[in-house]
Structure formats: C-alpha cells, structure tokens
C-alpha cells in the first residue's frame, strides 16, 4: 500500500500567496527527493534532503527534512503563475533500495 | 547528451495483446526502474535494475516483465495487456547510491498506454 502520503491532493491559489505541501512517512526514511511535474509533462528533480532537521532553500522554494526523518515538506513563497504543477515527494529506504513516491499536490495559480 | 529517451509515445492496445516498452539512456547510470503513474496514485515502482543483467520488482510487477542485457536499455514487456493497465509509463535511471545518500532520478518523457 501506499507508504508516502501527500496533502492536499490539489491546492489552488492566488498568484502571490503562499503555498505548502506535506508529506508524511509510515516508517523513517534515509532521503526524499522532491519533483516538479508540469502539466504533460514528466517529473524533474527539485533537490533532496538528507539529514535530520534539513533545511533547504532554493529561491522561493523552502524544502524541509523532520527531525524524526519521516516527513517533509515543500514551501513556495509568493506563487508564480510559473510555479503550475504537480509536486511529488520521494522517501527512499536502502532496506528496500526503491522510491517510494507521495500522491502528489497539483498547483494551480489563478493569475 | 539525450538523457532518458522512451518511445512510443502513445500506444494504443487491445486487450490480451504484447508489446514491449522501450527506454534507453546514455549517462552511463547503473540504476534504471519503470513507473506509472495513474491519477490520485502518484508513481508506482513496477520493476528496476541496479545494473546489467540484474532486475528487481517493484511495487506492482504484476503483468510486466524486464531484462537489463546492457547498461544503456530497460526494456518493458506486457505479457498481456488489460485495461487496469491503461496508465503513463515513467522510465528514470540515475547512479546508484553510496553512503549515505542517493542521486537524483531522470525521467523519460513517458509512454501514454490504452487498453481497450
């Protein structure tokens, strides 16, 4: 079954408002990756996260690591109507030495 | 410098037929892996290979099969094509992991398969 989860399944806002996904893990995980999908197209590598407590930030992007290692989240400061998409995020165990992929959180940006 | 190619790009099926799936990538990565992606599902891992001559099954291997004869090609097959699986069908290969960590996946365009 499913062992990333991801929230909200669809968000839409108002260009220049905030926006944030979650994903939460059953069991802790050694990384996540998070991907961009635009529309028709396929998933592009964003950044990955390794150690407890990570913060990164790329832009208006902010991307955290929790401290137990089994959640993360996306934030976007101020949407771009170029932000459109889906955001996956990706746990990788190297017990089981796969991806497991979150359902996704598709943005929409009303301009 | 291609990346990750797949082709067709669409494909239509009937049910009970074979075809197989095609991907290729020429950045020299060991691993390779198969997804598809079906709406409210996200990706799921159907099989994957750490390297020539070794695969692995995923999350939902059922109805495919791989072979990984050279580093560059992962070819999947459908043994037998139903309508569960109509799907897009997400090809990635990356390096494989050392340490602590691991790298980052690069995606093919994807093949839109129907089964009717």
């Known amino acids: 079954g499913q062992q990333v989860m991801q929230i909200p399944q669809y968000q839409h806002v108002q260009e220049g408002e905030d926006f944030t996904t979650y994903c939460n893990s059953s069991?802790?995980?050694?990384?996540i990756q998070w991907y961009k999908q635009r529309p028709g197209g396929h998933p592009v590598f964003l950044i990955q996260?390794?150690?407890?407590?990570e913060v990164k930030k790329q832009k208006r992007l902010t991307f955290q690591f929790g401290e137990a290692k089994k959640n993360s989240s996306l934030h976007i400061t101020a949407t771009q109507t170029t932000d459109v998409g889906t955001y996956f995020c990706a746990g990788f165990r190297f017990a089981g030495n796969q991806f497991y992929f979150g359902t996704g959180t598709s943005l929409t940006v009303i301009p | 410098n291609a990346g990750v190619t797949q082709t067709p790009k669409f494909q239509v099926l009937k049910t009970g037929q074979s075809m197989t799936l095609q991907c290729a990538q020429d950045m020299n990565h060991e691993y390779m892996s198969w997804y598809r992606q079906d709406p409210g599902m996200g990706l799921r891992l159907i099989h994957y290979?750490?390297?020539?001559?070794?695969?692995d099954q995923g999350e939902v291997p059922n109805g495919y099969n791989v072979s990984r004869s050279t580093t560059e090609d992962f070819p999947l097959r459908l043994l037998s094509a139903a309508p569960s699986q109509t799907s897009v069908y997400f090809c990635?290969?990356?390096?494989?992991?050392?340490?602590?960590?691991?790298?980052?996946?690069?995606f093919g365009p994807g093949t839109r398969l129907t089964v009717t």
């Open positions: 069991t802790t995980l050694s990384n």
């Open positions: 990635a290969s990356r390096l494989f992991q050392t340490g602590t960590g691991t790298y980052e996946q690069y």
């Open positions: 996260l390794v150690k407890s407590g």
């Open positions: 290979s750490v390297g020539a001559g070794i695969t």
